[in-house]
């Protein structure tokens, strides 16, 4: 197993990948784009200083969204996943919802290990959530005295951003989100909003 979110949107590798074994099988976690660009910009903001998200998000404060910023360019799954589907059938993958991943761990990594023919081992009870960081988490160890949360690079807070600026992506990404539901044959539900900022 191997693993990089770099994976989905770099061009050569559906390629690389067929060529090394074609029936691996694809796990792909897909949140809301707006969030996962907001996410994105933070991990790049906690590195260094950078315009706010609001500026980097159009072209010149035009309105026009700037989709050669790589944070707008990822979340639009549906271009990157035309390229998958000519290497790869649909049932090689499985979209696992980064929205449901937090609120119900259970259910999403039940759909992994029945997609990935493992037994079915993971239970409720190996999952608490940790008010503090937000977040659901492991326990470990048959006395469950051995929890672990992801590291303070995962989940990190996002910064408030404009509404108007939200809103104006909503209709950009939605062409695209509803393109993308068609192909994978699941609604993510993100142009509802209900998962924008959890
Ligand atoms: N259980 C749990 N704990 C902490 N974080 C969780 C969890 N489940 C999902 N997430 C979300 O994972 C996001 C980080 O994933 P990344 O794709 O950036 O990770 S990586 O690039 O593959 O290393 C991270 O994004 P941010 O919230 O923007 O930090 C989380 O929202």
Not at 176 to 197: E, I, L
Request: proline residues 5%.
């Amino acid at each position: 197993m191997e693993k990089s979110p770099s994976y989905f949107v770099t061009h050569d590798v559906p390629r690389r990948m067929h060529n090394m074994s074609k029936d691996t099988k694809l796990l792909v976690v897909v949140r809301d784009p707006i969030t996962r660009a907001i996410s994105d910009y933070t991990q790049t903001a906690s590195k260094r200083k950078i315009k706010s998200f609001e500026k980097l998000a159009f072209v010149n404060n035009s309105g026009v969204v700037d989709t050669s910023w790589g944070a707008i360019r990822i979340g639009v799954y549906a271009k990157h996943f035309e390229k998958w589907l000519k290497y790869f059938p649909l049932s090689s993958f499985l979209f696992v919802s980064g929205e449901e991943l937090i609120r119900n761990p259970l259910g999403e990594l039940t759909k992994v290990q029945q997609f990935l023919g493992l037994k079915e081992v993971i239970q409720e009870d190996h999952f608490y959530f940790n008010q503090t960081k937000g977040f659901p988490c492991l326990i470990r160890g048959v006395n469950n005295d051995n929890p672990h949360c992801l590291g303070k690079t995962k989940g990190r807070a996002h910064p408030d951003v404009d509404p108007v600026v939200v809103n104006r992506l909503r209709e950009f990404y939605r062409p695209f989100n509803a393109k993308f539901y068609h192909m994978v044959g699941t609604n993510f539900h993100w142009d509802d909003g209900q998962y924008y900022k959890r």
